[in-house]
């Protein structure tokens, strides 16, 4: 993604129909800084972002939770509790390198003495959630990410339907298959563990939905992406529930020897229960950023993570 433009693209999205003059009375700027920030001869920093959305109507606090958590009567602090909601207790060396910044820099967004940029703010979103399309899909439909954006509507929908047909699309990542000098049956049922009826049906989903394409004698995916199933709360459930299940029928047959399950019951305060639910996220979004930044994967893996009181709450 070309974060530059799409931050343009993004400002000129949120204007509407406004001339650039009415918008910049509205946010109390006397400057020409909308043509500027549409331009890309400046680009406008996060708590502007903030103002942007909110005298475009929309709800920022709303909006920047679903991302990661975030609070403060003002822009400011909204967002500087949002970037430390991001950030959590990642290395601020390894951010910094990831962002290609000074990591002095990244804890001075941290502490609030500086903000990012939009397209700072949108690779910050990337490297730490792997959802900054999702944030810009929020938002608004921009030229430049358009077809990204269709293949995530896409790829969200598949997921709902048949979700093993995101696993086998997972499949086709791995390097023995793209080893392979054609498709050949039966390997990407191998790596996730199914049948051959049900690898021949994932991938003709995959075919119809234009997610895969043949590439000479291969199937080759024409855009994976990190794909966020909470907007239909409904649906999410439901392929919690099929996860789950698929996780159950496998422990059937034993932990394999590179595998790892287990469970642990226990009584707990209810502030503490909510630390360790806060410590289950923050290793689930751990997780997420070890696997956006593997490179030539050879498995594909079910990862489950449940914490589930028991009974009512007195």
């Known amino acids: 993604m070309d974060y530059e433009l799409a931050s343009r693209e993004l400002v000129r999205a949120l204007r509407g129909k406004r001339s650039q003059a009415a918008l910049q009375r509205r946010l109390g700027r006397s400057s020409n800084v909308l043509h500027a920030w549409e331009t890309g001869a400046r680009y406008p920093k996060a708590t502007d972002l903030v103002q942007l959305l909110q005298v475009s109507g929309r709800a920022p606090a709303a909006i920047l939770s679903r991302f990661a958590p975030c609070r403060g009567p003002s822009a400011a602090l909204l967002v500087s509790t949002w970037l430390n909601g991001l950030v959590r207790d990642r290395s601020h060396a390894e951010l910094a390198r990831q962002l290609g910044v000074n990591r002095n820099t990244v804890a001075r967004w941290l502490a609030g003495e500086t903000e990012p940029r939009v397209p700072q703010l949108l690779a910050l979103l990337q490297v730490t959630t792997q959802r900054a399309l999702d944030f810009l899909t929020e938002l608004a439909e921009l030229p430049s990410v358009a077809d990204a954006q269709a293949d995530l509507r896409r790829q969200r929908d598949l997921a709902y339907r048949k979700p093993w047909a995101h696993a086998v ?14 498709h050949e049956p039966g390997v990407l049922a191998a790596s996730t563990g199914i049948g051959l009826d049900e690898e021949e049906e994932a991938l003709t989903a995959l075919l119809e939905s234009g997610q895969i394409q043949k590439r000479g004698k291969r199937l080759r995916p024409r855009r994976v992406l990190a794909v966020d199933t909470r907007e239909n709360p409904e649906g999410n459930l439901a392929l ?16 394999p020897a590179d595998g790892l399950a287990s469970y642990n019951l226990f009584a707990i305060a209810d502030a503490d229960l909510e630390r360790v639910r806060q410590a289950h996220l923050d290793y689930y979004e751990r997780v997420r950023s070890i696997v956006a930044e593997s490179r030539a994967p050879t498995r594909v893996v079910l990862m489950t993570v449940g914490l589930l009181p028991l009974g009512r709450q007195p």
Do not use: D, M, N, T
């Open 169 to 182: 699309l997972r499949a086709l990542e791995l390097a023995p298959y793209r080893a392979l000098s054609q």
């Open 240 to 255: 919690k529930r099929h996860w789950f299940g698929v996780a159950k029928e496998r422990l059937a047959g034993g932990i």
